[in-house]
């Protein structure tokens, strides 16, 4: 038997910060070895909200840039751009003649994201998860490895494709295969340095809320020196009234590679003053050897654009036969 295969992406609306390193390729580099995968940049998702199509391009690029630098190796993995797979756009299309409009609505991340719109949501907003559940389901993975924020997606994901195989296929011979969520505990949900209830997010309008992952030092002591905290005296995990704290002591935690217990003794008796600089430092050296991949990868000519061109062929390889089962499956006529 091969290997099972897992599939993510990300959307190249910004810079990379620790919440899409910690939440999600960060596991995928740890499980690459047992799994194939496949990860893209999610481009067709990135312009759901008003986007610069000056930067859309350049965007993608550093996007696969940081995936590589942070560890993906193409011995086990694919790497491409959604939009280069046109199987994406069109099985969406598939699904959304077969998704009720009421699953839609009960996204949360419609929800919020449509509130920040106003008036001017764009019904690509509305049907994101169902190009996601495309983006998923054309692969046939076993594992979806995403942050926390992603589960209710991926539940969609399963619903499409089990009400497509209710309507279209039969018990012995269903067209599309169900995929599990993989959700790590630890790092699954990075939260703003400004207001420790909410996550990270490249969207947030203020960039004092996120540390990027291509912030220089200097900006990292800057963020961390202004990032919100509280009055307590001694820093500990777990505690609801005090989210900001136990936020920064898992980022310490995890970027340490320490264990709770030893980081919980270490900084029990600590202030903020004593803290912060730790932090800063210790996150300092470990986006240092992320920086520099970043770097040489970026600086070599036509080595991105060839990984991509790769990608594009391996990812339609797969991609391509599954369009053809499920429209086999709705009945259209094929081309000879
Ligand atoms: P946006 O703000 O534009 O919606 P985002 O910062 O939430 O973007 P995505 O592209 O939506 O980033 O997410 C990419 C991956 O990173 C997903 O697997 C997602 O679950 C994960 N992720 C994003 N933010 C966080 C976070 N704060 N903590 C943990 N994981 C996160
Ligand atoms: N919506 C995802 C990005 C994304 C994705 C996917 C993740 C688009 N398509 C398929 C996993 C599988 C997000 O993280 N915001």
Partial sequence: MGKQRILSGIQPTGELHLGNYLGAIRNWVEIQQSYDSYLFMADLH???????????????RRVAALYLACGIDLNHATIFVQSHVAAHAELAWLFMCITPLN?????????????????????????????????????EPDKVPVGEDQKQHLELTRDIAARLNYQFGSEEQPVLKLPDPMIRKEGARVMSLTDGTKKMSKSDPSDLSRINLLDTPDQIAHKIKRCKTDSPRGLWFDDADRPECNNLLTLYMILSGQTKEVVATECQDMGWGQFKPLLTETMIGALKPIQDKYHEIMDEPGYLDSVLKQGKEKAEAIANPTLAKVKKALGYLLPS
């Fill in 103 to 139: 699953w839609l609505e009960d996204m949360i991340q419609f929800k919020e994201k449509a509130v920040k719109q106003g008036e001017n949501v764009g019904a690509g907003l509305l049907c994101y998860p169902v190009l996601q559940a495309a983006d998923i389901l054309l692969y």
């Fill in 46 to 60: 990135a312009i759901t909200v008003p986007h610069d199509p000056n930067v859309l391009a350049e965007n993608s």
